[in-house]
């Protein structure tokens, strides 16, 4: 069934309806699929961050009431990993796979058991808190529900001139303003918005303040994590083309973590396809999508691309 407004618009078998699809509506969905693909990558770019036997485990409680007991679970287990700049890099894999616990090792969000990360040659790995703090400006995040992520009690303008202030970004309240619009602008929104709230604008326009908020530090990595997933197809694809869009113009490495194929054959130049803890496959995405050489890539690659 394909509903709009409250409307069925068009039903019919999964086959058929995306093989034949009658309504103008169902028409316009199929046709938002992220599509396009990569920007071309300069030759010779170089590694900007690169990571080798990362390792990441929780302490889980488990066993009964009476007779507690406590168990390792290892969500990241002995990983590496090399992202050059202007690079799209995706993570990929089903829930649980440890995806999200990587990428946040990485951006030093969690802190791994064991393993190196570097970050444009400098060891961070062993850095505390306060000791990266100076290189937060230059890595940044976007989340995948934009309305859990921006501060409901804070406006726009808040909210984005926040990150200015605790990297020390902009000498006046005036310049961060400035920066604060023309990131904005750059993000496809407009730049008179300072003073409204998140709840007042759609799903897509929060994701696009929300990366707003991390060019405004201009930063060279960026962490997506799942930043379509909550999104309608039409605003996935506006998303996939400001976020090339950015690249291409700012000269931005992203690590690109999700569940959707579609996307990241869109955005990625490269894969990593990753199963309980470990990488079952990479390489880069069109040989990986198109030719994938365990069967767990391929039961992934059927579930997105093929229609029961």
């Known amino acids: 069934y394909v509903m709009q407004l409250g409307e069925v618009r068009e039903h019919n078998t999964t086959e058929a309806l995306f093989a034949n699809p009658q309504d103008a509506y169902t028409k316009h969905l199929l046709a938002s699929e992220p599509r396009g693909q990569a920007n071309p990558l300069p030759e010779g770019s170089d590694v900007i961050l690169d990571a080798k036997g990362v390792r990441v485990s929780f302490m889980m409680r488990h066993g009964t009431f009476l007779k507690p007991a406590m168990r390792e679970l290892v969500a990241v287990d ?42 444009d040659h400098q060891p961070i790995h062993g850095l505390s808190r306060a000791e990266m703090r100076p290189l937060r400006a230059r890595m940044q ?8 992520s921006l501060n409901p009690r804070m406006t726009i303008g808040q909210i984005i001139e926040e ?12 310049e961060r303003q400035d920066r604060v619009r023309e990131a904005l602008v750059a993000a496809g929104m407009p730049g008179n918005i300072l003073s409204r709230f998140p709840h007042e604008f759609s799903g897509g326009q929060r994701q696009r303040i929300a990366i707003a908020r991390a060019i405004a530090l201009e930063p060279e990595f960026i962490l997506l994590d799942e930043p379509t997933s909550a999104l309608d197809l039409s605003v996935q694809a506006q998303i996939i083309e400001l976020l090339r869009k950015l690249q291409d113009e700012r000269g931005l490495s992203y690590l690109f973590i999700s569940h959707d194929l579609k996307v990241v054959r869109a ?42």
């Open 78 to 119: 002995s990983l590496d990993l090399t992202l050059r700049r202007h690079e799209t890099l995706g993570l990929v894999g089903e829930s649980g796979s440890g995806k999200t616990t990587f990428g946040q090792a990485i951006l030093r969000l969690n802190t791994p058991d064991s393993g190196e990360i570097h970050f």
């Open 141 to 148: 995040v976007v989340f995948q529900d934009p309305f859990s």
């Open 163 to 174: 990150g200015l202030v605790v990297n020390r970004l902009g000498a006046t309240k005036a």
């Open 267 to 308: 955005l990625c130049h490269r894969v990593i396809v990753m199963q309980h803890g470990k990488i079952v496959e990479e390489g880069p995405v069109n040989e990986v999508l198109t030719h994938p050489k365990t069967a767990y890539t391929e039961r992934l690659v059927k579930a997105a691309f093929e229609v029961a």
